[in-house]
């Protein structure tokens, strides 16, 4: 088989009920191309996914499935792939994002030509009616998904306008992991996603070294439908919230400075209060609660899991990133 351009990594959960067009449509794209390796890492305990899929995958040189039962979590599965491939770039999606033929062609084709200043793209995707592109983090050190305008002209929605007026429509600092691609010598020099986070975070964390480090996101404009209902609605709730919850706990100990980090703390219990009445109508309070309770009790733990450069209140995350390199 010729030289892999990228690795290509999909991690399940549960997903094939809910997710069968989508992981359809990869292994379509998986048979155009030789070139693109692909692997399913299923971190589902039962045995759903991987039975439906391994039959699929039986008669395909370049693709794949890794059964993790154990459930290590989103990056971990990634790490599992991304630190040990051979192939330039490592590409991570979500099982849920619908991925044409012509839509791949222009990721592809954005890998192929970016220079070696861009150490990592972001894909746009459209979940609902927002249009983002990668990860933004507030003047506070809040993180989330990048709101980008969209080129039709329409004017933004209110869920739009919420994201650009509380940072998420300022600067592109990396890439959402369910939607990226890493050069990878980048991603393992960087090592990769810090495996504690489990979910939920461990994109930001990466992002905000790949700017402290003054490496490049670039940014792909494919519009990709996402679904996003695999960790926003169902069972999984409770859990996302109370991770959620933790991880940017975990993030701002880990990565910010002092002053940066009270400046965080202030705006999450500010956010937290405001969002009680929301909190109790979707159940979730006692989850979010939980989660910071136990951020707080592995903050330090954290701090000292990481030795590189933090983010400073003066430094900011809406002007050009600044000039460095990985550690």
């Known amino acids: 088989m010729s030289a892999p351009l990228a690795e290509v990594v999909v991690v399940l959960y549960r997903s094939l009920p809910s997710a069968t067009e989508e992981i359809a449509g990869f292994l379509d794209l ?3 191309d030789m070139r693109m390796h692909w692997t399913f890492v299923d971190n589902s305990e039962d045995q759903h996914d991987s ?23 989103f990056a971990a599965a990634c790490n599992l792939v991304g630190l040990r491939t051979d192939a330039p770039w490592l590409v991570l999606l979500n099982p849920d994002l619908l991925v044409t033929a012509e839509a791949f062609d222009v990721m592809r084709a954005a890998m192929v030509g970016a220079d070696r200043s861009t150490a990592a793209l972001a894909f746009s995707q459209r979940t609902g009616t927002l249009r983002h592109a990668g990860v933004a983090f507030s003047v506070a050190g809040w993180f989330m998904d990048r709101a980008v305008r969209d080129a039709s002209g329409r004017s933004p929605g209110a869920r739009e306008l919420l994201y650009r007026v509380s940072g998420g429509g300022g600067r592109l600092v990396g890439p959402s992991g369910g939607a990226a691609a890493y050069r990878a010598d980048a991603f393992r020099a960087l090592g990769g996603f810090h495996d504690e986070y489990f979910a939920w975070g461990e994109d930001a964390d990466l992002a905000l070294r790949l700017d402290l480090a003054g490496l490049r996101t670039g940014c792909v404009d494919v519009d990709l439908p996402h679904q996003g209902g695999h960790s926003v609605v169902g069972p999984g709730v409770q859990r996302r919230a109370r991770l959620l919850a933790r991880n940017r ?18 705006f999450f219990v500010a956010v937290l209060a405001a969002k009680v009445p ?3 109508r979707d159940g979730t309070l006692t989850a979010n609660l939980l989660g910071v309770v136990s951020g707080c009790r592995a903050a330090r733990s954290a701090r000292r899991s990481y030795d590189g450069a933090r983010l400073r209140l003066r430094d900011g995350l809406r002007g050009p990133p600044r000039r460095g390199r990985v550690r």
């Open 30 to 32: 998986a048979a155009r």
């Open 51 to 73: 039975a439906l899929l391994a039959p699929l995958l039986a008669d395909r040189a370049n693709a794949r499935l890794v059964r993790r039962p154990d459930n290590p979590g």
């Open 249 to 266: 706990v975990l993030l701002a100990a880990r990565l910010y400075t002092a002053p940066q980090a009270v400046a965080f703390a202030a």
């Open 278 to 280: 929301l909190m109790l």
